[in-house]
């Protein structure tokens, strides 16, 4: 998998290309890249400006091959907080999709940590699979791993790449995971999932994020919480509006993305044991 690198011309077009791609240009000139590191400024042979770049995660996430609707950052950094996912957990998340999630998880959790995720269209795994090998390849002194065989459909289970497992399978069918650290759903009827997450989820430390865009769902993914003991349940709704500042004035953008799911986080909680019924007398003293 080629390595990227990103131009950004003088309008702040933006093209993610191939490390080994000789040649770039577009209406504003072409370039020379041949022997030109990362964080050159360039003039086009018609005086046009390229700024040659070494792209971010995010850079890749918005440019990559989508099979799904992803979630938007705004979402996605907010399961992170609300969870408050920390370098080292264990994550077990479903379904993949097109792996933007996945991605900042995997982000977010860092080397020492693990991503596992379920998806139950091997079609689609096989896109996320390529955008994690994309996202591999620009990471910054790591080994990537799961490059060496040409994928074919459905036989890639179980084979990591940096710290993410892909799953392909049904999530509803149970988690194989234990002492998972959180668990993230973002699919159609996460409900089903969330007995499964019970099981699968650390007794003292265990959260759950659920992303779904009808109020609907959502109650239902509380009523599954609720009925399964969870705590802490709490549902949001995030909406971002861009502010555009010129030499005019200060306002809000006139367009927004109005809506695009609402989030429950909770955490577990833990079970009750009988011999736990009464505190003994000493404790309180
Ligand atoms: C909205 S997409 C997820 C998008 C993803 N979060 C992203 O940012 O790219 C929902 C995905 O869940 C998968 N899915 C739905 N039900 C599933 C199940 N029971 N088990 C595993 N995957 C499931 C779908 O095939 C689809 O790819």
């Known amino acids: 998998?080629?390595?990227?690198?990103?131009?950004?011309d003088s309008r702040e077009k933006k093209y993610l290309l191939n490390r080994d791609v000789e040649n770039f240009g577009n209406d504003m000139g072409?370039?020379?890249l041949k022997e030109i590191d990362d964080g050159s400024y360039l003039t086009t042979h018609k005086g046009g400006e390229f700024y040659v770049l070494?792209?971010?995660i995010h850079d890749i996430v918005k440019k990559m091959k989508r099979t799904v609707t992803t979630l938007l950052p705004k979402d996605i950094g907010l399961i992170i907080a609300e969870c408050g996912v920390e370098n080292g957990e264990l994550i077990v998340e479903a379904g993949t999709g097109s792996a933007a999630l996945t991605i900042y998880l995997s982000n977010a959790v860092g080397k020492e940590g693990k991503v596992v995720t379920y998806e139950k269209r091997p079609e689609f795994a096989v896109v996320a699979r390529k955008n994690l090998e994309i996202v591999n390849s620009v990471r910054k002194n790591q080994k990537i791993t799961g490059f060496e065989e040409e994928i074919e459909e459905g036989t890639f289970e179980e084979k990591g790449l940096y710290n993410v497992?892909?799953?392909?399978?049904?999530?509803?069918?149970g988690i194989d995971e234990e002492n998972v650290d959180v668990v993230v759903l973002d699919m159609p009827d996460p409900w089903n999932v969330v007995p499964h997450a019970k099981k699968a989820l650390n007794k003292a430390k265990g959260r759950i994020a659920i992303y779904v865009p009808y109020v609907e769902q959502a109650k239902k993914g509380v009523e599954a919480l609720k009925e399964h003991g969870f705590l802490d349940i709490k549902t949001v709704e995030?909406?971002?509006r861009d502010i555009e500042i010129s030499e005019k004035g200060v306002r809000p953008s006139t367009r927004m993305i109005?809506?695009?799911?609402?989030i429950t986080t909770a955490r577990v909680c833990p079970e009750r044991k009988e011999e736990n019924k009464f505190v003994k007398k000493e404790t309180l003293e």
């Open 238 to 240: 995030c909406i971002v």
């Open 54 to 56: 070494t792209p971010t």
């Open 30 to 32: 072409v370039v020379d």
């Open 258 to 262: 109005g809506h695009t799911g609402y």
């Open 165 to 173: 497992i892909q799953k392909i399978g049904d999530v509803t069918d």
């Open 1 to 8: 998998m080629n390595n990227k690198r990103l131009i950004i």
